[in-house]
Structure formats: structure tokens, C-alpha cells
């Protein structure tokens, strides 16, 4: 980290005595890693179901790429953390828009909001997804990207889902942005059966 500092004492000693300095250059360490210079933020996860075993649902999580993030946003990988029942997604159906859900649940965007995705894969053993963007997610805008399960869970509970992104760059470092908590819940009305 000791660039990022250096990257700093040269940002505060040209705007003290007025070089025009850009700021949001990524910082880069001697060995190539890119990191944010200030990294995304998770705003919010949501799904459209709660109950178990519901099929058709989506998760989705909105995340914000600050003006001066330094870097677009390359990937971002979702690691189910928590959670008895493992998650299996229809990686096919994966979508990824610019704007954020209203709170009638729908998407606030337009047609031509939509991003192209690269590779979305899953990785088994470590139950993450990556979803990669094609191109790269300029700073500056919000970003919502919909994961289709095959279905919620069978098993209800609280599910951990851990968000990581990365920039730009062939030796990137991915910034953990914090968990989309999920609570299923067994069928409610089942309790009215003995």
C-alpha cells in the first residue's frame, strides 16, 4: 500500500500548489495489482421471493461505481457464504442493467440500460459466481446485476451471499463491497396443518 500513500502526498502537494491533478487514476503497485482508488459500494440485495422452494425468482444486487473509483468495474463475484442448502443459478439467464429496482419491485431503466455481460460461471467448490462485464463498467453509474436461481432454497434460514469487485486490469484486487442477506422462510401457511 505504500504507492496508494505515495499516490496521496502527490495529490495533496499538487493541489496545494495548483497542478491540475486527474483523480481517478487507479492505483497501481510495483507488481501490477490494480486497485480502486475508491472502490464500489454495495447498495442494496433483494429477491423477488422469500419462501423456500420457489421457482422463478431473482437476486438482485445494486452496486454504485463512484465517480472516482480510478478504474471501471471489471467482475464482480457473488460467494454464497452462508446457508445449509447451496444455491444453484441458471447462469444463462444472468442479466446486468444500469439503474436500481423501484420499490414496486420492478427495474427503473430503459431498454438501452442493459449491459453485455462476458463469461458468468460458477465455481462449485467455493459456490461463487463471476459475472463479467463487456465491456467494462465506467465510474460513475449504478449498476444492478439479476442472478436467476434454479430455484430459492429447500432449506429455510439465512443465506449469506458475499459480494467482491474487481477493476479493470490483468492483475486485479478484488474489494469485498459486504453480504446480500436473504431470509427464506418455510411455506408460512403451513402452520395452519398439524
Keep these: 500500500m505504500r504507492v496508494a500513500t505515495l499516490f496521496g502526498i502527490t495529490l495533496s502537494l499538487a493541489i496545494s500548489i495548483g497542478v491540475a491533478v486527474p483523480v481517478t487514476q487507479a492505483v497501481q503497485l ?3 495489482t490494480v486497485y480502486f482508488v475508491e472502490p464500489p459500494k454495495l447498495v442494496k440485495a433483494t429477491t423477488t421471493y422469500k419462501d423456500v422452494n420457489v421457482w422463478g425468482g431473482t437476486y438482485y444486487f ?4 463512484p465517480e472516482n473509483a480510478g478504474e471501471s468495474l471489471q467482475k464482480v463475484t457473488i460467494a454464497q ?3 445449509t442448502d447451496n444455491i444453484r443459478y441458471n447462469l444463462k439467464d444472468t442479466r446486468a442493467f444500469v439503474g436500481t429496482r423501484d420499490a414496486s419491485g420492478g427495474l427503473r431503466l430503459r431498454k438501452e440500460s442493459r449491459l453485455t455481460l462476458g463469461p458468468v460461471t460458477a465455481e462449485r467448490k467455493t459456490r461463487t459466481i463471476t459475472v463479467n462485464f463487456d465491456p467494462p463498467v465506467t465510474p460513475g453509474q449504478t449498476v444492478t446485476i439479476a442472478l436467476r436461481p434454479v430455484s430459492n432454497p429447500s432449506i429455510s434460514g439465512v443465506y449469506l451471499l458475499g459480494v467482491t469487485a474487481f477493476p479493470a486490469g490483468e492483475k486485479s484486487h478484488g474489494q ?7 431470509q427464506f422462510y418455510s411455506n408460512r401457511n403451513s402452520w395452519w396443518f398439524p
Design 176 to 182: 469485498f463491497l459486504g453480504f446480500g442477506r436473504f
Design 30 to 32: 510495483r507488481d501490477g
Design 62 to 65: 445494486t452496486i454504485n461505481v
Design 81 to 83: 457464504k452462508e446457508g
